[in-house]
Protein backbone atom coordinates (compact mmCIF):
# COMPACT_ATOMS: atom_id res chain seq x y z
CA UNK A 1 0.00 0.00 0.00
CA UNK A 2 1.23 3.56 -0.57
CA UNK A 3 -0.10 6.43 1.26
CA UNK A 4 -3.28 6.39 2.85
CA UNK A 5 -5.99 9.59 2.89
CA UNK A 6 -8.87 9.71 5.40
CA UNK A 7 -11.44 11.55 3.81
CA UNK A 8 -14.82 13.15 5.71
CA UNK A 9 -18.40 13.93 3.95
CA UNK A 10 -20.26 17.03 3.91
CA UNK A 11 -23.60 18.19 3.51
CA UNK A 12 -25.99 16.09 1.47
CA UNK A 13 -24.41 12.43 2.87
CA UNK A 14 -27.55 12.41 5.68
CA UNK A 15 -29.79 10.21 6.02
CA UNK A 16 -31.96 8.93 9.06
CA UNK A 17 -30.41 6.61 11.17
CA UNK A 18 -26.88 7.02 10.33
CA UNK A 19 -24.43 6.21 13.48
CA UNK A 20 -26.77 4.28 15.22
CA UNK A 21 -25.64 1.04 13.95
CA UNK A 22 -21.57 2.13 15.25
CA UNK A 23 -23.65 3.45 18.33
CA UNK A 24 -25.41 -0.03 19.27
CA UNK A 25 -21.90 -2.21 18.79
CA UNK A 26 -18.55 0.05 19.41
CA UNK A 27 -18.68 1.37 23.11
CA UNK A 28 -16.68 4.24 21.23
CA UNK A 29 -19.05 5.51 19.42
CA UNK A 30 -21.87 5.57 22.11
CA UNK A 31 -19.33 7.75 23.71
CA UNK A 32 -18.56 10.37 21.17
CA UNK A 33 -22.47 10.93 20.58
CA UNK A 34 -22.84 11.48 24.54
CA UNK A 35 -19.99 13.84 24.19
CA UNK A 36 -21.27 15.44 21.10
CA UNK A 37 -24.59 15.84 22.27
CA UNK A 38 -23.25 17.44 25.50
CA UNK A 39 -21.11 20.13 23.67
CA UNK A 40 -24.14 20.97 21.39
CA UNK A 41 -26.49 21.46 24.14
CA UNK A 42 -28.97 19.01 21.80
CA UNK A 43 -29.80 15.47 21.12
CA UNK A 44 -28.12 15.61 17.61
CA UNK A 45 -28.01 11.68 18.02
CA UNK A 46 -31.66 11.30 18.33
CA UNK A 47 -31.98 13.45 15.05
CA UNK A 48 -29.21 11.02 13.84
CA UNK A 49 -30.95 7.71 14.48
CA UNK A 50 -34.56 8.88 14.37
CA UNK A 51 -35.05 11.93 11.83
CA UNK A 52 -37.76 12.61 10.40
CA UNK A 53 -35.66 13.20 7.09
CA UNK A 54 -37.56 16.43 7.13
CA UNK A 55 -35.49 17.64 10.24
CA UNK A 56 -32.43 16.34 8.98
CA UNK A 57 -32.46 17.98 5.53
CA UNK A 58 -32.34 21.26 7.35
CA UNK A 59 -29.17 23.06 6.98
CA UNK A 60 -28.59 24.05 10.77
CA UNK A 61 -29.83 20.22 11.54
CA UNK A 62 -27.61 18.71 8.58
CA UNK A 63 -24.28 19.87 9.52
CA UNK A 64 -24.22 19.55 12.92
CA UNK A 65 -25.78 16.06 13.05
CA UNK A 66 -23.03 14.66 10.06
CA UNK A 67 -20.49 15.91 11.93
CA UNK A 68 -21.83 13.58 14.97
CA UNK A 69 -21.49 10.96 12.97
CA UNK A 70 -18.55 11.34 11.56
CA UNK A 71 -16.60 12.04 14.52
CA UNK A 72 -17.61 8.72 16.00
CA UNK A 73 -17.15 6.70 12.93
CA UNK A 74 -13.64 8.41 13.34
CA UNK A 75 -13.80 7.63 16.94
CA UNK A 76 -14.67 3.99 16.19
CA UNK A 77 -11.66 3.66 13.15
CA UNK A 78 -9.15 4.76 16.15
CA UNK A 79 -9.95 2.68 18.24
CA UNK A 80 -9.85 -0.77 16.42
CA UNK A 81 -6.69 0.54 15.36
CA UNK A 82 -7.06 1.80 11.74
CA UNK A 83 -3.60 3.29 10.47
CA UNK A 84 -2.38 6.74 11.19
CA UNK A 85 -3.44 8.79 7.56
CA UNK A 86 -0.55 10.50 5.76
CA UNK A 87 -3.56 12.79 4.76
CA UNK A 88 -6.65 14.31 5.69
CA UNK A 89 -9.43 16.33 3.72
CA UNK A 90 -12.87 17.01 3.49
CA UNK A 91 -15.52 18.06 1.58
CA UNK A 92 -17.09 21.17 2.59
CA UNK A 93 -18.62 20.61 5.86
CA UNK A 94 -15.82 17.56 5.95
CA UNK A 95 -13.05 19.60 6.28
CA UNK A 96 -13.68 20.87 10.16
CA UNK A 97 -14.01 16.89 11.03
CA UNK A 98 -10.67 16.77 8.70
CA UNK A 99 -9.09 19.23 11.40
CA UNK A 100 -10.02 17.05 14.08
CA UNK A 101 -8.61 13.84 13.03
CA UNK A 102 -5.58 15.82 12.56
CA UNK A 103 -5.45 16.60 16.14
CA UNK A 104 -5.77 20.60 14.94
CA UNK A 105 -9.46 21.28 16.31
CA UNK A 106 -11.07 19.49 19.70
CA UNK A 107 -14.43 17.68 19.30
CA UNK A 108 -16.04 20.76 21.45
CA UNK A 109 -14.52 23.33 19.11
CA UNK A 110 -15.65 21.29 16.28
CA UNK A 111 -19.33 21.49 17.58
CA UNK A 112 -19.09 24.72 18.17
CA UNK A 113 -17.78 25.87 14.63
CA UNK A 114 -20.36 23.59 12.90
CA UNK A 115 -23.14 24.63 14.50
CA UNK A 116 -22.25 28.57 14.00
CA UNK A 117 -21.71 27.87 10.54
CA UNK A 118 -24.66 26.12 10.03
CA UNK A 119 -26.89 28.86 11.48
CA UNK A 120 -25.21 31.82 9.43
CA UNK A 121 -25.53 29.65 6.15
CA UNK A 122 -29.34 29.23 6.77
CA UNK A 123 -29.38 32.64 7.46
CA UNK A 124 -27.81 33.78 4.18
CA UNK A 125 -30.24 35.64 1.30
CA UNK A 126 -32.13 33.30 -0.55
CA UNK A 127 -29.69 32.07 -3.41
CA UNK A 128 -29.81 28.85 -5.99
CA UNK A 129 -27.46 26.15 -6.91
CA UNK A 130 -27.43 23.58 -9.65
CA UNK A 131 -25.78 20.00 -10.35
CA UNK A 132 -24.01 20.52 -14.22
CA UNK A 133 -22.83 16.93 -16.01
CA UNK A 134 -21.05 17.04 -18.61
CA UNK A 135 -19.31 20.28 -19.28
CA UNK A 136 -15.76 20.49 -18.81
CA UNK A 137 -14.83 22.85 -16.21
CA UNK A 138 -13.45 26.17 -18.55
CA UNK A 139 -16.73 25.85 -20.48
CA UNK A 140 -18.84 26.06 -17.19
CA UNK A 141 -17.22 29.23 -15.86
CA UNK A 142 -18.05 30.82 -19.41
CA UNK A 143 -21.13 30.02 -18.93
CA UNK A 144 -20.91 31.91 -15.54
CA UNK A 145 -19.39 34.56 -16.26
CA UNK A 146 -21.69 35.21 -19.71
CA UNK A 147 -24.68 34.84 -17.38
CA UNK A 148 -23.57 37.19 -14.66
CA UNK A 149 -22.65 39.82 -17.27
CA UNK A 150 -25.92 39.58 -18.88
CA UNK A 151 -27.21 40.25 -15.00
CA UNK A 152 -25.79 43.32 -13.82
CA UNK A 153 -27.97 45.92 -13.10
CA UNK A 154 -31.11 43.87 -14.12
CA UNK A 155 -31.69 41.77 -10.90
CA UNK A 156 -34.89 41.33 -9.85
CA UNK A 157 -34.26 40.12 -6.74
CA UNK A 158 -31.84 42.51 -5.38
CA UNK A 159 -29.33 40.20 -4.55
CA UNK A 160 -25.67 40.33 -6.55
CA UNK A 161 -26.04 39.31 -9.93
CA UNK A 162 -23.37 36.27 -9.88
CA UNK A 163 -23.56 32.77 -10.28
CA UNK A 164 -19.97 31.25 -10.10
CA UNK A 165 -18.83 27.14 -10.09
CA UNK A 166 -19.12 26.25 -6.56
CA UNK A 167 -18.28 22.82 -6.52
CA UNK A 168 -15.75 20.69 -8.60
CA UNK A 169 -16.67 17.65 -7.48
CA UNK A 170 -15.48 15.34 -10.73
CA UNK A 171 -13.92 16.68 -13.58
CA UNK A 172 -17.33 16.46 -15.38
CA UNK A 173 -19.87 16.78 -12.08
CA UNK A 174 -19.78 20.45 -10.99
CA UNK A 175 -22.33 22.62 -9.25
CA UNK A 176 -22.99 26.10 -9.94
CA UNK A 177 -24.08 28.86 -7.48
CA UNK A 178 -25.12 32.21 -6.20
CA UNK A 179 -28.32 34.53 -7.61
CA UNK A 180 -31.35 32.82 -8.69
CA UNK A 181 -32.03 34.30 -12.12
CA UNK A 182 -27.97 33.68 -12.46
CA UNK A 183 -27.87 30.62 -12.21
CA UNK A 184 -31.40 29.72 -14.40
CA UNK A 185 -29.33 31.73 -16.87
CA UNK A 186 -25.88 30.33 -16.52
CA UNK A 187 -27.95 26.80 -16.51
CA UNK A 188 -29.30 27.39 -20.12
CA UNK A 189 -26.08 28.11 -21.70
CA UNK A 190 -24.91 24.74 -20.22
CA UNK A 191 -27.44 22.85 -21.95
CA UNK A 192 -26.51 24.52 -25.15
CA UNK A 193 -23.41 23.23 -24.65
CA UNK A 194 -24.73 19.86 -24.20
CA UNK A 195 -24.81 19.45 -20.61
CA UNK A 196 -27.00 18.12 -18.01
CA UNK A 197 -28.57 20.55 -15.46
CA UNK A 198 -30.25 19.59 -12.09
CA UNK A 199 -31.52 22.42 -9.85
CA UNK A 200 -30.81 21.52 -6.51
CA UNK A 201 -32.99 21.60 -3.30
CA UNK A 202 -31.57 24.16 -1.00
CA UNK A 203 -32.18 27.81 -0.08
CA UNK A 204 -29.04 29.21 -0.12
CA UNK A 205 -26.16 29.87 -2.67
CA UNK A 206 -23.29 28.10 -0.70
CA UNK A 207 -19.08 28.83 -1.59
CA UNK A 208 -20.52 31.89 -4.04
CA UNK A 209 -19.78 35.46 -3.30
CA UNK A 210 -23.11 35.61 -2.16
CA UNK A 211 -22.29 33.97 1.25
CA UNK A 212 -19.36 36.60 1.84
CA UNK A 213 -21.07 37.95 4.80
CA UNK A 214 -21.56 35.14 6.38
CA UNK A 215 -17.98 34.25 6.39
CA UNK A 216 -16.93 37.85 7.30
CA UNK A 217 -19.30 36.55 10.65
CA UNK A 218 -18.16 32.71 11.14
CA UNK A 219 -14.28 34.47 10.75
CA UNK A 220 -15.17 36.11 14.44
CA UNK A 221 -15.80 32.93 15.34
CA UNK A 222 -12.70 31.23 14.37
CA UNK A 223 -11.04 33.76 15.83
CA UNK A 224 -11.72 32.47 19.22
CA UNK A 225 -10.55 29.00 18.35
CA UNK A 226 -7.76 27.04 19.37
CA UNK A 227 -6.48 25.64 16.21
CA UNK A 228 -3.32 24.41 16.59
CA UNK A 229 -0.37 22.54 14.04
CA UNK A 230 -2.48 19.16 12.52
CA UNK A 231 -0.60 16.10 13.31
CA UNK A 232 -0.83 15.66 9.05
CA UNK A 233 -1.23 17.52 6.40
CA UNK A 234 -4.99 18.75 6.03
CA UNK A 235 -5.65 19.56 1.85
CA UNK A 236 -8.37 22.05 2.25
CA UNK A 237 -10.99 23.12 -0.32
CA UNK A 238 -9.78 26.82 -0.44
CA UNK A 239 -6.81 25.94 -2.85
CA UNK A 240 -6.86 22.38 -3.19
CA UNK A 241 -3.53 22.24 -1.25
CA UNK A 242 -1.78 21.05 1.66
CA UNK A 243 -1.76 23.09 4.96
CA UNK A 244 0.65 22.41 7.91
CA UNK A 245 0.28 25.21 10.14
CA UNK A 246 -3.22 25.79 12.34
CA UNK A 247 -2.52 30.01 11.40
CA UNK A 248 -2.95 29.32 7.93
CA UNK A 249 -5.65 26.30 8.18
CA UNK A 250 -7.67 29.30 10.18
CA UNK A 251 -7.28 31.50 7.07
CA UNK A 252 -8.35 29.47 4.58
CA UNK A 253 -11.31 28.08 6.53
CA UNK A 254 -12.37 31.38 6.91
CA UNK A 255 -12.49 31.97 2.90
CA UNK A 256 -14.31 27.90 2.37
CA UNK A 257 -17.78 29.36 2.68
CA UNK A 258 -17.54 31.59 -0.04
CA UNK A 259 -15.30 29.83 -2.14
CA UNK A 260 -15.52 27.41 -4.45
CA UNK A 261 -15.03 23.68 -3.54
CA UNK A 262 -11.76 22.35 -5.07
CA UNK A 263 -12.28 18.84 -4.55
CA UNK A 264 -10.72 17.37 -7.67
CA UNK A 265 -7.70 19.73 -7.33
CA UNK A 266 -7.86 17.99 -3.39
CA UNK A 267 -7.88 14.66 -4.85
CA UNK A 268 -5.60 15.00 -7.36
CA UNK A 269 -2.71 16.34 -5.17
CA UNK A 270 -2.88 13.51 -2.74
CA UNK A 271 -2.41 11.37 -5.68
CA UNK A 272 0.33 13.17 -7.08
CA UNK A 273 1.94 12.77 -3.38
CA UNK A 274 1.54 9.08 -3.81
CA UNK A 275 -1.99 8.47 -1.58
CA UNK A 276 -3.10 5.50 -3.82
CA UNK A 277 -5.84 4.47 -1.01
CA UNK A 278 -8.67 6.64 0.69
CA UNK A 279 -10.92 5.79 3.45
CA UNK A 280 -14.24 7.75 3.46
CA UNK A 281 -15.34 7.83 6.95
CA UNK A 282 -19.02 9.21 7.98
CA UNK A 283 -22.58 8.62 6.49
CA UNK A 284 -23.22 7.56 2.93
CA UNK A 285 -20.72 6.81 0.16
CA UNK A 286 -20.58 9.95 -2.00
CA UNK A 287 -16.85 10.72 -1.91
CA UNK A 288 -15.78 7.29 -2.34
CA UNK A 289 -18.10 7.52 -5.57
CA UNK A 290 -16.14 10.79 -6.43
CA UNK A 291 -13.17 9.09 -6.04
CA UNK A 292 -14.44 6.50 -8.40
CA UNK A 293 -14.29 9.15 -11.19
CA UNK A 294 -11.13 10.94 -10.44
CA UNK A 295 -9.10 7.85 -10.35
CA UNK A 296 -10.23 4.13 -11.23
CA UNK A 297 -7.07 2.71 -9.83
CA UNK A 298 -7.54 4.10 -6.41
CA UNK A 299 -8.37 1.55 -3.01
CA UNK A 300 -11.59 2.94 -2.50
CA UNK A 301 -13.02 2.30 1.50
CA UNK A 302 -16.06 3.85 3.52
CA UNK A 303 -16.93 3.55 6.85
CA UNK A 304 -20.50 4.06 8.21
CA UNK A 305 -21.49 1.32 10.00
CA UNK A 306 -19.66 -2.06 12.12
CA UNK A 307 -19.38 -4.62 9.39
CA UNK A 308 -17.72 -1.47 6.89
CA UNK A 309 -15.41 -0.59 9.79
CA UNK A 310 -14.10 -4.00 10.81
CA UNK A 311 -13.79 -4.76 6.85
CA UNK A 312 -11.74 -1.51 5.85
CA UNK A 313 -9.73 -1.71 9.09
CA UNK A 314 -8.57 -5.58 8.37
CA UNK A 315 -7.75 -4.76 5.10
CA UNK A 316 -5.86 -1.77 5.97
CA UNK A 317 -3.92 -4.16 8.46
CA UNK A 318 -3.02 -6.44 6.00
CA UNK A 319 -1.99 -3.84 3.02
CA UNK A 320 0.16 -2.11 6.03
CA UNK A 321 1.57 -5.48 6.85
CA UNK A 322 1.97 -7.11 3.02
Not at 6 to 22: A, K, T
Request: with cysteine; net charge negative; aromatic share 6%.
Amino acid sequence: MGKLACIFPGQGSQSVGMGLDLYNTIPEAKRAFEDIDRFAGAKLSTLCFEGPESELKKTINTQTTILAASLAAWACYKALGGPTPDFVAGHSLGEITALVAADSLSVQEAVVLVQERALLMEQCPAGAMSAVLGVPADALETCCSQATDEFVGKSNDGLDPVVIVANFNTRDQLVISGNPEAVTRAGELAKTAGGKVIPLPVGGAFHSPLMSRAAQKFTVTLDQMNIGDPSCPVVQNYDGKPTAKGSEIRRKLGRQMDSAVRWVASVEYMIEQGVDTFVEIGPGKVLVGTLKKIDRNAKLYSVNDAQTLQATVEALKQAVSV
